[in-house]
């Protein structure tokens, strides 16, 4: 099959009948959008948002940036920004998505991606740089230590950080007058667009006091609740895209049939019409934000953790397994759920068994490895507000401090074993992991010693660690 028709402008009408097209005429749109960080969860989720509203309104195509790599902008320049997204479900569908029509590779041609961000046809920029990409310190505003914040700070017209970028756009639209586009985040954290805003008004208040009084009166940063699992990409997809479309594609996505997007709703009257496109535009974000990052995060990063510690590799595979099944059932109604206000309209007990039985769909081979990635800039958010919540209501910690023990085992078997840890602290982890004994006391003391992920606060807390020490020595056994 390697003589298929690629998937490009030309050859997307030829795709197999039942797959989705664009239905809208990709030459009269024009980009409205500047998308930081085109991975696969953008162009599972954002993305097919705006293709939807395409069909309605032309004015919002996107222009993607990646701030590292041209892998993206390689594999999707040639098939003119298309690319095919399947939804992974009892019956899987195929759908190619036309809303990306530029991608830019920031550090090759940075005045293209100003120009971009000032242009005045740009109204929003969204952004998924996963947690590690705000900047932030484990306080919760800007670090100003950050490498790549430092060097913004430096050199603030040559910005190589989505803060640096983020400012430097908005500075030269208040040169010319330009209002400041909606900066809407889409990773998982916790007021994920109150931080973004405090980041770079501190960031702006550094180079230009105006601007950063400019940006703190009119800068539109809504929280934002986003969710779909979204497993890499595979050869396994690759051939299954071929197969059902007839095209070949280099870097297809796919995703769960499911897909969420919760918007806080200020981003006034000339936002795009979202609402018309299945999100959920709210005063009530954080009460959505706070139960999925708790109950479907949290629980996805102590599956990850203790299911390879275990020996699985999918989330399926560790659902399956009647141990941890009871582990996250546990966590989620006893630990995790009191800690939440449920927003308007949403039952917390059926959200949560909808979140395992999402888990436990086996058209869905989600690896474990993934979701174990980054842990140092994910447990933060995932687990240590309901622990730190639970423990200034008095309640019981022992559960909650099981991801955290099973992080530590999971870095010190992949130091063990010689294979790559995947986190911006990963030179740290190693030799924190490569000094470890096996005893629990000695060994905890050195992980919660890493202050970026562990306030001193808590990481001197007795009760805290003597649960994180428990947990620890008995995952040891098990
Ligand atoms: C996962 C998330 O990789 C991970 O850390 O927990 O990507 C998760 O699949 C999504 O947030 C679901 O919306």
Redo the contacts with the bound molecule.
Sequence with gaps: MSNALRLRATSCAAALPGVTQPAYDRDRITVGVVHLGPGAFHRAHQAFYFDQLLAKDPRWAICAVSLKSPGVRDALEPQDGLYTLAQLDEETTFRIIGSIVEVLVAPEDPPAVFARLAAPMTRMVTLTVTEKGYCLSSEGGLDESHPDIVHDLAHPREPISAIGYLVEGLRRRFLVGLPPYAVVACD?LADNGWRLKAAVTAFASKIDPELAAWIEAEGRFPRTM?????PATDDALRDRVLTATGLSDAWPIQREAFTQWVIEDVLGPDAPDLAGVGVTLTDDVRGFERAKLRL??GV??TLAYTGILRGHETVFEAVSDPVLAKLAHDLMVEDITPTLTAPRGLDLQAYGEAILKRFRNPEIRHLLA??AWDGSQ?LPFRILGTLREALEAGRPIERLAVPLAAWMRFVRLRVSTGEKIVDPLADTLVSVAAACTGVAKTDVSAFLALGSVFPAALATNPIFVSAVEKAYAELGES
């Design positions: 998982n986003v969710d779909s699992i979204t479907l995060n996805h990063s993934q979701i994910k």
